[in-house]
């Protein structure tokens, strides 16, 4: 069984603080890796994806990958109420199971201001 | 990211028919979509791969016949609920990749809430 875990939640920051946001997978032999975040109501958009070790930065998003720890992080900088949402790691395991996403449970996050 | 719609975004029905949803690909035609299921405060499960031109493969536990997948063009794909039930009640969400590579992103549609009554 191939599983994703997500930090439990929910998660609360300040507005302005930076907001981390945990994911691990069973599956040595993923891929490639995704969050989305999912407003209430709201199907996922996407993020970020990463797939080699290291950080990887977008705008006030960065994605961790460390494939030896079987861990992949997202830190949200300068957290804004609008990132309010649950937010979902999703992984890839690749070769035959392309396209086949295992999603985690999902954290919420509340940005207070 | 890709565009990608589905109709109805709801639809209430009686137990015991039949839904359709379409999934449409609307800025690059996709040989493979998928489709999702969600339950309330419940994360995405993976249903079915849905192959243009040839059968779709379901994942463990879904059952093929009750829910039958269609993807007869390059940018559509149907997912019909037949002889729908109460504990059929769901988000029901596709997604399509751009490409066939695994790193490739996958972008969703904006999801068909069904509620069967």
């Known amino acids: 069984q191939k599983e994703v875990e997500q930090n439990s939640g929910p998660l609360s920051v300040p507005e302005g603080a930076i907001a981390s946001l945990n994911c691990t997978y069973s599956?040595?032999?993923?891929?490639?890796f995704f969050w989305y975040r999912q407003y209430s109501g709201k199907s996922p958009e996407l993020i970020m994806f990463i797939y080699s070790n290291g950080d990887k930065e977008d705008g006030r998003f960065t994605a961790q990958l460390n494939k030896a720890s079987q861990y992949v992080s997202l830190l949200i900088r300068d957290s804004q109420p609008s990132d309010s949402a649950t937010y979902l790691c999703a992984v890839n395991a690749g070769g035959t199971s392309y396209g086949k996403l295992t999603f985690g449970q999902g954290t919420i996050l509340t940005v207070h201001p | 990211g890709a565009v990608v719609s589905q109709h109805p975004s709801w639809v209430i029905c009686k137990s015991g028919t039949s839904v359709k949803i379409e999934c449409r690909s609307l800025d690059f035609q996709a040989t493979t979509m998928f489709w999702y299921r969600q339950f309330p405060k419940q994360s995405l499960m993976l249903m079915a791969t849905?192959?243009?031109?040839?059968?779709?493969?379901?994942e463990q536990g879904v059952e093929k016949d009750k829910f039958l997948i269609n993807h007869a063009s390059l940018t559509l794909s149907t997912l019909t609920v037949t002889s729908a039930h109460p504990e059929d009640s769901s988000f029901y969400i596709c997604?399509?990749?751009?490409?066939?590579?695994?790193?490739?992103?996958?972008?969703f549609g904006p999801g068909t809430r069904l509620t069967v009554l």
């Open positions: 849905s192959n243009e031109g040839s059968k779709a493969t379901y």
């Open positions: 997604s399509v990749s751009p490409g066939t590579e695994t790193y490739n992103e996958q972008f």
């Open positions: 599956d040595r032999g993923s891929q490639s």
